[in-house]
């Protein structure tokens, strides 16, 4: 990449497929689940030449996100011990947890505001975020800002 770069948050949606393959392949092969690139550009059903001309330049956005500072906004009905479970998937995901700023619960809702610091993480954080939003009395969940 050049200077000159330009970086875009899109949707997939919008996208040619052939970039979120690159994305899967990419993933594939973190994962070890196959030893070659051509095993993995077979399975997900790219050409090595698609792979090689966009691998340098396609990333999902969690790949993006190490080493940052995330601020994670949820809203949480008033149960106990949400906050807890909360936190204890964040430490499962290995992020190191700066700042928690829980409001008071009003009409039963609690906002919650969590910064992290992504750099040790094991997981991604969409991963993380899906896993948090499972957590029963997690009515929403978002990434603020990303520093």
């Not at 080493?67 to 909360?86: A, N, Q, R």
């Not at 094991?122 to 603020?144: F, T």
Request: aromatic share 8%; glycine share 6%.
């Amino acid at each position: 990449m050049n200077k000159d770069s330009t970086y875009l948050l899109v949707d997939t949606s919008v996208l040619p497929e052939v970039f979120s393959k690159v994305i899967e392949v990419k993933q594939i092969l973190g994962k070890g689940k196959v030893k070659s690139i051509n095993e993995a550009v077979k399975e997900v059903g790219i050409s090595r030449s698609a792979f090689y001309k966009y691998k340098d330049f396609v990333f999902p956005f969690y790949e993006t996100s190490r080493g940052k500072v995330m601020t994670l906004f949820f809203v949480v009905e008033d149960l106990s011990g949400i906050l807890s479970g909360i936190i204890n998937q964040i430490a499962l995901a290995k992020a190191n947890i700066l700042t928690i700023n829980q409001n008071i619960p009003i009409n039963g809702l609690a906002d919650v505001t969590i910064s992290i610091e992504t750099a040790g993480m094991v997981k991604d954080i969409k991963e993380l975020m899906d896993e948090i939003g499972r957590i029963e009395g997690v009515r929403r969940q978002e990434i603020l800002a990303r520093e």
